[in-house]
């Protein structure tokens, strides 16, 4: 078990003494972790994420871990689809989380070769986690930055999807249903560029690729954004 104390609030130390001993309780080994908390408010959460992964690639390389399991429910899976596609994303956007990802393709600042992030609930509702725990005497610790709404995440979660639900009932099911579709149409473009790969671009030196730009501009155009983006 790991757990890293982002240190963003009060009661949090004794939130990652509570993880400590329930390790304890099933006879697991655990780990915490922690960070300064950062001076700008408005930058803690994206700063927080990459600290929190960081931590989990460090135990991992340490004890010669290759697969890293978390948490995200499919009401996860809704709000993240739901962000990209405000901000603008294509499929590999709007594809939402994987069951299974490698964690330097998804962090990249993160060299951890052969380390994946596994989703084991992603196909669960939060109230089904919720009802699992009830049915089974336990009790979750509950973040109220949660509620906060200066976080992104946080006003789609208590403002946007209820409106949208009001008008559409059935907008979670349909975005997690777009996230699938996506993700088998990322998978295809990805197989495509994989297999041209070689044709379009060649190593020319450390870090620098030469393209041919002819057989790259012969090909769709969703193609050539996707090489330009595995090029980067």
């Known amino acids: 078990v790991a757990h890293f104390d982002h240190r963003l609030r009060p009661e949090s130390s004794s939130e990652a003494e509570t993880v400590r001993k329930l390790a304890?309780?099933?006879?697991?080994?655990?780990?915490?972790g922690s960070m300064d908390p950062p001076r700008d408010r408005g930058s803690s959460e994206q700063l927080a994420r990459i600290e929190r992964y960081r931590f989990l690639a460090r135990v991992a390389a340490r004890r010669r871990i290759r697969t890293l399991a978390v948490g995200h429910t499919a009401d996860d899976q809704v709000e993240t689809v739901l962000m990209h596609?405000?901000?603008g994303a294509g499929p590999p956007g709007l594809r939402g989380m994987l069951p299974r990802t490698r964690l330097d393709g998804w962090m990249g600042d993160i060299k951890v070769p052969s380390l994946?992030?596994?989703r084991p609930l992603l196909e669960l509702r939060r109230a089904q986690t919720v009802a699992h725990c009830a049915a089974h005497g336990l009790s979750p610790l509950h973040d109220p930055s949660n509620r906060d709404l200066r976080f992104f995440r946080n006003r789609l979660r208590h403002e946007l999807i209820p409106q949208l639900l009001v008008y559409s009932p059935g907008i979670e099911a349909t975005?997690?249903?777009t996230a699938k579709l996506m993700a088998a149409e990322t998978e295809l473009?990805?197989?495509l560029v994989e297999f041209n790969w070689s044709s379009w671009v060649r190593e020319v030196g450390p870090g620098a690729l030469s393209l041919n730009r002819d057989r790259l501009l012969a090909a769709p155009l969703a193609l050539r954004r996707a090489a330009l983006r595995r090029g980067g």
Do not use: K, T
Request: glycine content about 4%; hydrophobic content about 55%.
């Open 189 to 191: 473009v990805d197989d």
């Open 85 to 87: 596609l405000l901000r």
């Open 175 to 177: 975005l997690l249903r």
């Open 116 to 118: 994946f992030i596994i």
């Open 24 to 32: 304890a309780s099933y006879g697991l080994p655990v780990e915490i």
